[in-house]
């Protein structure tokens, strides 16, 4: 399987993105996924999962501001990020939960200014 994330970009702090993740391989295959950031200095650290019966659960700084959700016939799974803050900015990696060495992609890049 190949994941492939896309959607950053540049915002104002309080604007939206809807971040996704392609995979090449039907999703339901992968029964956790999820999405983690990496910020500048800072290590990689775990935001948001979905499992495959759709339950989810977020990190406490992003919960009630980010949502995340699947749609198996597209093989894609989504983060919208709502209510962006400065401290939102960092490359977004999609993966499976834990994660799996070899999904590591380039990410999408947030960046929000203030």
């Known amino acids: 399987v190949q994941l492939q994330a896309s959607g950053g970009g540049l915002v104002q702090t309080g604007r939206s993105l809807r971040l996704s993740c392609a995979a090449s391989?039907?999703?339901?295959?992968?029964?956790?996924m999820g999405w983690y950031r990496q910020a500048p200095g800072k290590q990689r650290e775990w935001v948001a999962f979905?499992?495959?019966?759709?339950?989810?659960n977020y990190a406490d700084f992003v919960r009630g501001r980010f949502t995340i959700s699947r749609d198996n016939a597209k093989n894609t799974f989504y983060l919208q990020l709502n209510s962006l803050k400065p401290e939102d900015t960092a490359v977004y990696y999609c993966?499976?939960?834990?994660?799996?060495?070899?999904?590591w992609g380039q990410g999408t890049q947030v960046t929000v200014s203030s």
């Open positions: 979905i499992t495959n019966l759709d339950s989810t």
């Open positions: 993966n499976t939960v834990p994660p799996t060495v070899k999904y």
């Open positions: 391989e039907n999703i339901l295959s992968l029964p956790i």
